[in-house]
């Protein structure tokens, strides 16, 4: 079992940026594919960015895209989100999770996840 803990979050203001932490105990996701997910209120838990366990694959939801960068550290068994260019919109809170489907390839489905952390607030003033 791995337990997934998220740090980074807080208030920012519009233009800004954060840097969003994902770290893995318990036992190394090393070999995972990982996912930053964020939930609005009100709306449902959307993908942001997924990885591959070697770096290589990484995939990023359109809003996103040139603002926002996936990246990790095995040997700190670390995942980051450097969010960047922030906007009101990205508002939410920001939980990451691993798979326990292959780590060759990166997932972007909620259901492809098993392991999730307990999230981080993330809010950007206007």
């Known amino acids: 079992q791995v337990q997934l803990v998220e740090s980074g979050g807080g208030v920012v203001q519009a233009g800004g940026s954060l840097r969003l932490s994902c770290a893995a105990s318990?036992?190394?996701?090393?070999?995972?594919?990982v996912g930053w997910f964020r939930q609005a209120p009100g709306k449902e838990r959307d993908i942001v960015a997924a990885?591959?366990?070697?770096?290589?694959?990484?995939y990023y939801t359109d809003s996103v895209k040139g603002r926002f960068t996936i990246s990790r550290d095995n040997a700190k068994n670390t995942v980051y989100l450097q969010m960047n260019s922030l906007k009101p919109e990205d508002t939410a809170v920001y939980y990451c999770?691993?798979?326990?489907?292959?780590?060759?390839?990166?997932?972007?489905?909620?259901?492809?996840?098993?392991?999730w952390g307990q999230g981080t607030q993330v809010t950007v003033s206007s």
């Open positions: 999770a691993a798979s326990r489907y292959s780590g060759r390839y990166r997932y972007t489905r909620l259901r492809e996840y098993d392991y």
């Open positions: 990885i591959n366990w070697s770096g290589d694959s990484t």
């Open positions: 318990g036992r190394s996701f090393s070999g995972n594919a």
